[in-house]
């Protein structure tokens, strides 16, 4: 009769490879493929202010890893979701912060009598309309004319960590 040795060894490094994978690999593959995508929206995007806050986020859990490109909050997200899908004309009023509790129609009945709107020390009159503003999409165009390149880049950072020895941890971690 023939006898094997390791079998429960065996079995339980299988049953926590999906684990490790999960820890130890993957994060650093959707990071890697993140920034080949992040790299082509920062070179297609109109404001320097927007290209520097691209950032890549990567998360996981319950068996699955996400990343995600997109703009930092701040002044920067506002403008870069401008860029991305553009705006519809509107009128401009006074801020709400500066009504103080009257409406817009109020402020601009006061405004006749010398009240006016000032944008970049210019008077502007009582609202100013804004035509709207084309749509320069950056984030998408990038996701995909890139998608290949960042799933070759994907797969390389699995395949360097990868080795007769194990998973080999990612240096850099995970985002969190």
Same mark, same amino acid.
């Given at each position: 009769?023939?006898?094997?040795?390791?079998?429960?060894?065996?079995?339980?490094?299988?049953?926590?490879?999906?684990?490790?994978?999960?820890?130890?690999?993957?994060?650093?593959?959707?990071?890697?493929?993140?920034?080949?995508?992040?790299?082509?929206?920062?070179?297609?995007?109109?404001?320097?202010?927007?290209?520097?806050?691209?950032?890549?986020?990567?998360?996981?859990?319950?068996?699955?890893?996400?990343?995600?490109?997109?703009?930092?909050?701040?002044?920067?997200?506002?403008? @870069?979701?401008? /860029?991305?899908?553009?705006?519809? +004309?509107?009128?401009? $009023? #006074?801020?709400?912060?500066?009504? %103080?509790?009257?409406?817009?129609?109020?402020?601009?009945?006061?405004?006749?009598? @010398?009240?006016? /709107?000032?944008?970049?020390?210019? +008077?502007?009159?009582? $609202? #100013?309309?804004?035509?709207?503003? %084309?749509?320069?999409?950056?984030?998408?165009?990038?996701?995909?004319?890139?998608?290949?390149?960042?799933?070759?880049?994907?797969?390389?950072?699995?395949?360097?960590? #990868?080795?007769?020895?194990?998973?080999?941890?990612?240096?850099?971690?995970?985002?969190?």
């Amino acid at each position: 009769m023939a006898y094997s040795r390791g079998r429960e060894s065996v079995t339980r490094y299988l049953r926590g490879l999906p684990v490790e994978i999960e820890r130890k690999l993957l994060p650093g593959a959707a990071r890697v493929g993140g920034k080949v995508i992040a790299a082509e929206a920062k070179e297609n995007v109109r404001s320097p202010a927007v290209a520097a806050k691209i950032e890549v986020k990567v998360r996981g859990g319950d068996g699955h890893v996400i990343a995600k490109i997109g703009v930092a909050d701040g002044w920067a997200r506002s403008v @870069g979701i401008w /860029l991305e899908y553009g705006t519809d +004309p509107h009128y401009i $009023t #006074v801020d709400d912060s500066q009504r %103080q509790g009257m409406s817009a129609n109020r402020i601009n009945r006061l405004a006749k009598n @010398g009240g006016t /709107l000032v944008i970049n020390g210019t +008077p502007v009159g009582k $609202t #100013v309309f804004h035509p709207g503003a %084309q749509a320069y999409p950056f984030l998408r165009p990038a996701l995909d004319t890139r998608f290949d390149d960042a799933v070759a880049a994907a797969q390389r950072h699995i395949n360097s960590r #990868v080795g007769p020895a194990g998973i080999a941890a990612d240096p850099e971690g995970t985002d969190e």
